[in-house]
T-cell receptor, first 112, second 111 residues
Framework: DAGVTQSPTHLIKTRGQHVTLRCSPI?????VSWYQQVLGQGPQFIFQ???????GRGNFPDRFSARQFPNYSSELNVNALLLGDSALYLC???????????FGPGTRLTVL | GEDVEQSLFLSVREGDSSVINCTYT??????LYWYKQEPGAGLQLLTY?????DMKQDQRLTVLLNKKDKHLSLRIADTQTGDSAIYFC???????????FGAGTQVVVTP
């Protein structure tokens, strides 16, 4: 069975640009969560979606937004990129918003 | 508070047991998790424990939970070179799924 997939694997952007990251959950999973992992630190929670509705939001500015589609895949959007947005962005899926979360390989974003 | 703390580094010889420690601050934690991250990869769920349990064993892995001291540990028996990675503990405190992670413990296994 396929695990969580994310695209692209790597991305290089410049300050001020916009980026869209994509995630496909494990088949049958209805909840997707997004985390940001800065080098040398643990992942920080950004959003959780369940059945296309936002269930939770972490302490991130409004430049960060996300959505979930009817097929349960998800997009994370970041506007007006800053150097500090450079990180590994991880997507995790779970059966619903309560169950254990399984992570994808991540998208490595570099902002120059 | 929402701090999860871990020691940063552990060196262990191949064949020995590894013990990775974690402390958390939120007494309302419901589940506690251990994840493994290899270089350049995502997080792999190793095991988890419900907050009303004291111990959970899964093959080479043993999780101990001391709820009074808010202390969680992961013991890896017969540590192998493939166990070299960063290990994260995480707690779930909300009724939904937000995970709060520690900074990770880098485990280096030497021959």
């Amino acid at each position: 069975d396929a695990g969580v997939t994310q695209s692209p694997t790597h991305l290089i952007k410049t300050r001020g640009q916009h980026v869209t990251l994509r995630c496909s959950p494990i088949s049958g999973h209805k909840s997707v969560s997004w985390y940001q992992q800065v080098l040398g630190q643990g992942p920080q929670f950004i959003f959780q979606y369940y059945e296309k509705e936002e269930r939770g939001r972490g302490n991130f500015p409004d430049r960060f937004s996300a959505r979930q589609f009817p097929n349960y895949s998800s997009e994370l959007n970041v506007n007006a990129l800053l150097l500090g947005d450079s990180a590994l962005y991880l997507c995790a899926s779970s059966l619903d918003s309560y169950n254990e979360q399984f992570f994808g390989p991540g998208t490595r974003l570099t902002v120059l | 508070g929402e701090d999860v703390e871990q020691s940063l580094f552990l060196s262990v010889r191949e064949g020995d047991s590894s013990v990775i420690n974690c402390t958390y601050t939120d007494s309302s934690s419901t589940y506690l998790y251990w994840y493994k991250q290899e270089p350049g990869a995502g997080l792999q769920l190793l095991t988890y424990i419900f907050s009303n349990m004291d111990m959970k064993q899964d093959q080479r892995l043993t999780v101990l939970l001391n709820k009074k001291d808010k202390h969680l540990s992961l013991r890896i028996a017969d540590t192998q070179t493939g166990d070299s990675a960063i290990y994260f503990c995480a707690e779930k405190t909300d009724s939904w799924g937000k995970l709060q992670f520690g900074a990770g413990t880098q485990v280096v296994v030497t021959p």
